[in-house]
């Protein structure tokens, strides 16, 4: 698979604090990439170096298959959690101005703004003041300028945060869109139902190391731990019913549901042997479900960076 973007032994450094060591990783095309992390973590030290604000003291960055240069910055949409705009401009002004920086002539800058406003209903916005808009309209603006010049790589730090929910869900379908068409998208966030939801590969930065990337699906399967979820039809004597399984099994909780006459239980099996438990389950009682838990993006993560705590 080709890769939009590869880092090879990042490492950056603040006088004696180090932000990044010895990062690598590959960021396939056309797709969209979780980078993740407590706070501190180092991933706006390593967006920024993506984006030539600050650069790396050692390793090599590939951008489309190149090393990384200035010229690149014309395919690269960067959209930072810090935002600004000028308050005293007006919204098309200041958009127009933005989409300049960006390379775009004035009048293919006109016609794509023009596009962007219609398609997130904001073109009544155009002679506002931004000193005018909420936060949230602000921020499509921004969101606007960062798309505008069809970048190859688009970089999105909590491209959410500050919008309500139905305006979260526009632009959450409009990145989805983007992708779609082929961009490439790194996203970094702490919410991790929007992971969940959106990235198919994320890597996992923890006190400036990579402790985890790869495919999520691949992941969540090396994570799981042979967690069932259990439902146990009875018509009474749920106690007696759940001390024979304690006996026996591993049961993490449990509890009776009164209505459905459903006794439920979370239970760690041993690693083999998954039939023949549900085959002894069965002889006890109708077994309603019987599903093995996937580990969330959020299990993963606390897991993963609690493991490594402990290991230090
Ligand atoms: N310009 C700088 N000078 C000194 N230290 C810095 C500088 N920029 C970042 N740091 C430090 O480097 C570390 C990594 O910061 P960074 O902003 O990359 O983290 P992050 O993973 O983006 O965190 P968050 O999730 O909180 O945004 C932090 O300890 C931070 O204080």
Not at 63 to 83: K, M, S, T, V
Request: with cysteine.
């Amino acid at each position: 698979m080709e890769n939009i973007l590869v880092a090879k032994n990042v490492s950056k450094t603040y006088g004696n604090y180090t932000a990044l060591s010895n990062i690598s990783l590959n960021i396939p095309k056309n797709c969209i990439y979780g980078l993740l992390g407590p706070n501190g973590a180092g991933k706006t030290s390593f967006i920024r170096i993506i984006n030539q604000i600050t650069h790396q003291d050692s390793g090599e960055i590939l951008f489309d298959g190149e090393p990384l240069a200035q010229h690149h910055i014309a395919h690269i949409g960067y959209l930072p959690e810090e935002r600004g705009l000028y308050k005293s401009m007006k919204v098309g002004e200041q958009a127009l101005y933005l989409a300049q920086l960006k390379g775009l002539s004035k009048s293919e800058a006109k016609e794509k703004l023009k596009y962007w406003f219609d398609r997130l209903n904001i073109g009544d916005w155009w002679n506002k003041k931004i000193q005018e808009l909420s936060k949230g309209m602000a921020q499509k603006i921004q969101f606007i300028v960062t798309v505008l010049h069809d970048p190859k790589l688009l970089i999105f730090d909590e491209p959410f945060s500050g919008f309500d929910p139905i305006n979260a869900n526009i632009i959450k379908d409009e990145i989805l869109q983007l992708k779609e068409k082929g961009t490439s998208i790194i996203f970094s966030t702490h919410r991790m139902e929007s992971v969940e939801e959106l990235c198919e590969y994320i890597a996992l930065i923890h006190k400036s190391e990579k402790i985890l990337d790869g495919k999520l699906s691949d992941i969540k399967k090396a994570y799981k731990n042979n967690i069932f979820n259990v439902g146990l039809q009875t018509q009474e004597n749920a106690e007696k019913l759940i001390q024979e399984l304690n006996e026996k099994y591993h049961i993490l909780s449990s509890g009776f549901d009164n209505v459905e006459k459903q006794l439920d239980f979370k239970v760690q099996l041993p690693s083999s042997h998954t039939a023949e438990i549900l085959s002894e389950l069965s002889k006890m009682a109708n077994v309603n479900r019987f599903e093995e838990t996937i580990p969330s993006a959020n299990d993963i993560f606390i897991q993963t960076v609690n493991n490594k705590d402990n290991d230090r």
